[in-house]
């Protein structure tokens, strides 16, 4: 049995934006007896979808529940990336003005538990009969201690885009399968064209950063080389396959074969799009925004070490404590979220897989992959994908390895000192604490 985590033992610098926050932010989110107004619930759900494009296909999509649903209005307010929402959601729940819902990795899923900030599903879910219908891949996303906490808005992973025009410039015949072969195919593609010592295409562009991107993105070599993040139920961060992925793309960075993002922002596709990078870590959410670029692009998957291996992606929705009536609310958005209608225009329009299995079977998404091959390579590295830890200490567990990588590919630290600072760091965070 766990303890809530007292709001003392928070990072500081969540307090130091409560104030600030609670007033210029939070005064637009505040919960009001909606319940008595003329023009039904009025419920509001937070999130951060992106790019652009997507967030408008998930409007167009809570319009329609809104207007076949006139008991019940959805509020979607567009709150920021996942990093940058993070001390907002805390700043909401420290200052008892959460949102109804909220749209994030359920990662965080063990923090909001201890917080008792959210409303557990298992008495609503266990009775409707949408719960047949989704993918069982999906539930560990969706399960701590025992009961349902949160349920997938739509489901990923990542794969590595590629310019097919570079490659052919550069004599490369086929996608790389291996370790080795990536960073042949990297040094093949990386060129000086004018020849004035500086690099104008380089072949692979890597996220950099200490956020939950970063670390999503590098979590596929981690695991293909055999490294783990927790060891008999506790975090480990310093494992030989943590270690030989960081040195993995140390390599690639001290041999100049590889751009890094600007801090953060490692899902942002502008020097892939130019081709200035040819290759980038990225998922089939990104299709909708290529598709109207009308670059050249392909896909592989994630080349191997010693297995394959892919880390499961994408959003779940939580229903924080509020009123019976708000609840009850929420829960009809969230079976309208979990249908196969939304499901399949989701996927239809943002390229995400949908998680309902009725939508994944439909004969509009076969023909949808049909004519969008590269949803096969994400469909197939669904069946070895691995869910990141759902702990209440995961943040501070994806915080500091995020902070390890970051040193590596900056050639701050080896990466094995990196991962043995972080791990320091981890364990002076969460002392003795099971999980």
């Known amino acids: 049995m766990r303890t809530p985590i007292p709001y003392s033992q928070f990072p500081i610098r969540y307090f130091c934006i409560l ?5 210029l932010f939070l005064l637009g989110g505040c919960q009001t007896d909606s319940a008595s107004q003329s023009d039904g619930i009025k419920v509001t759900l937070w999130h951060g979808i992106n790019p652009p494009e997507n967030r408008d296909i998930f409007n167009a999509l809570v319009n329609k529940f809104n207007q076949t649903h006139p008991d019940i209005q959805v509020e979607a307010l ?7 929402q993070l001390p907002k959601i805390l700043t909401a729940v420290v200052g008892n003005v959460p949102p109804d819902m909220l749209w994030f990795v359920p990662q965080l899923t063990g923090q909001l538990v201890d917080l ?7 008495d609503w879910l266990n009775q409707s009969p ?3 219908e989704i993918d069982p891949a999906l539930f560990e996303s969706m399960k701590l201690d025992g009961h349902l906490w949160s349920v997938p808005l739509a489901t990923n992973n990542a794969a590595i885009f590629y310019r097919p025009t570079l490659f052919e410039k550069a004599g490369i015949l086929k996608a790389p399968r291996t370790w080795e072969e990536l960073h042949e195919v990297a040094k093949q593609l990386t060129q000086d064209f004018d020849g004035d010592g500086r690099k104008d295409q380089y072949g692979m562009f890597l996220s950099l950063g200490k956020g939950e991107w970063t670390v999503f993105a590098w979590l596929p070599f981690i695991f293909s080389a055999g490294g783990e993040l927790l060891q008999q139920g506790q975090p480990t961060l310093v494992t030989p396959g943590a270690i030989t992925a960081l040195q993995f793309g140390a390599n690639l960075v001290k041999e100049d074969l590889a751009m890094l993002s600007a801090p953060e922002r490692g899902y942002e596709l502008d020097n892939f799009l130019t081709g200035k990078a040819v290759m980038q870590v990225t998922g089939p959410w990104t299709l909708g925004q290529l598709r109207q670029t009308g670059v050249d692009y392909d896909v592989f998957p994630i080349p191997a070490l010693e297995k394959r291996a892919a880390v499961v992606g994408g959003e779940n929705l939580f229903v924080f404590k509020t009123t019976p009536e708000q609840e009850q609310a929420a829960f009809k958005f969230l079976e309208y979220v979990l249908s196969e209608e939304f499901q ?7 390229g995400y897989l949908p998680i309902n299995v009725k939508a994944q079977q439909s004969e509009k998404y076969q023909a949808f992959v049909k004519e969008n091959p590269v949803l096969q390579v994400f469909l197939e590295q669904m069946e070895s994908a691995r869910s990141r ?7 501070r567990l994806s915080d500091n390895l995020g902070r390890a990588i970051e040193a590596s590919l900056l050639g701050k630290r080896s990466p094995k000192e990196a991962l043995q600072d972080s791990q320091q760091r981890l364990e002076l965070a969460l002392g003795d604490r099971e999980f």
């Open 130 to 132: 949408i719960l047949q």
């Open 389 to 395: 830890p759902i702990i209440p200490g995961y943040t």
């Open 344 to 350: 399949t225009a989701w996927a239809l329009g943002t």
């Open 78 to 84: 567009y709150i920021g990336q996942p990093d940058g």
């Open 116 to 122: 008792q900030a959210i409303r557990p599903l298992d």
């Open 19 to 23: 104030v600030l926050s609670l007033s």
